[in-house]
């Protein structure tokens, strides 16, 4: 039997949508921080954003390294980033089974709001750092393998469409390898 989720996969239009503004208290916005809730697992990924779930918002779920808990955050936007790039490995649940090494700013600062509406300010750093500029990412319509050069990026697109093709419903295959959560 096959297993419903409710994390959207590529290529789902709703991965490549700008999502709109989050309200704090809204019931759009309590249901999309609901989904994220559901779906938010620490041991398959550090972070989930709302188009990933259904809801074309600006919310995301992470799971910093100094928080003891997952934390939604409204509205995140990067207003600072260092010149500074570390390249590691990325890997996102709406791209099941793909990874990559890609480049991104070393450290950032992120204004967001929790989900009371209150204002908060970031600065992150290495994984916490690449984390948020991944959800942020999801927010604009951008997938990580968006960042890598043309040919890479088409050759890991053609492996992804002929796994997806051969992968038979009910599949008992893990939907990603890997030693670390997808970001």
Do not use: K
């Given at each position: 039997?096959?297993?419903?989720?409710?994390?959207?996969?590529?290529?789902?239009?709703?991965?490549?949508?700008?999502?709109?503004?989050?309200?704090?208290?809204?019931?759009e916005t309590e249901a999309a921080i609901a989904a994220l809730r559901a779906e938010f697992d620490p041991e398959?990924?550090?972070?989930?954003?709302?188009?990933?779930?259904?809801?074309?918002?600006?919310?995301?779920?992470?799971?910093?390294?100094?928080?003891?808990?997952?934390?939604?955050?409204?509205?995140?936007?990067?207003?600072?980033?260092?010149?500074?790039?570390?390249?590691?490995?990325?890997?996102?649940?709406?791209?099941?089974?793909?990874?990559?090494?890609?480049?991104?700013?070393?450290?950032?600062?992120?204004?967001?709001?929790?989900?009371?509406?209150?204002?908060?300010?970031?600065?992150?750093?290495?994984?916490?750092?690449?984390?948020?500029?991944?959800?942020?990412?999801?927010?604009?319509?951008?997938?990580?393998?968006?960042?890598?050069?043309?040919r890479e990026r088409r050759e890991l697109l053609r492996r992804y469409r002929e796994v997806r093709e051969s992968?038979?419903?009910?599949?008992?295959?893990?939907?990603?390898?890997?030693?670390?959560?997808?970001?």
């Open positions: 039997m096959q297993e419903t989720r409710m994390i959207r996969i590529y290529p789902d239009p709703i991965l490549r949508r700008r999502a709109s503004p989050a309200r704090p208290g809204t019931p398959r990924a550090l972070g989930l954003a709302g188009p990933q779930v259904g809801h074309p918002l600006r919310v995301v779920m992470v799971n910093l390294s100094d928080d003891e808990a997952p934390r939604v955050l409204l509205n995140p936007e990067i207003v600072e980033r260092s010149p500074e790039l570390e390249v590691d490995t990325e890997a996102c649940l709406s791209l099941p089974g793909l990874e990559a090494e890609l480049a991104r700013a070393a450290w950032v600062r992120v204004r967001a709001q929790d989900e009371g509406g209150r204002d908060v300010l970031l600065e992150l750093e290495g994984l916490d750092a690449r984390l948020l500029q991944h959800e942020v990412d999801h927010l604009d319509g951008i997938l990580f393998i968006d960042h890598l050069p043309t992968s038979a419903p009910g599949s008992s295959s893990r939907e990603r390898g890997g030693s670390r959560p997808a970001l």
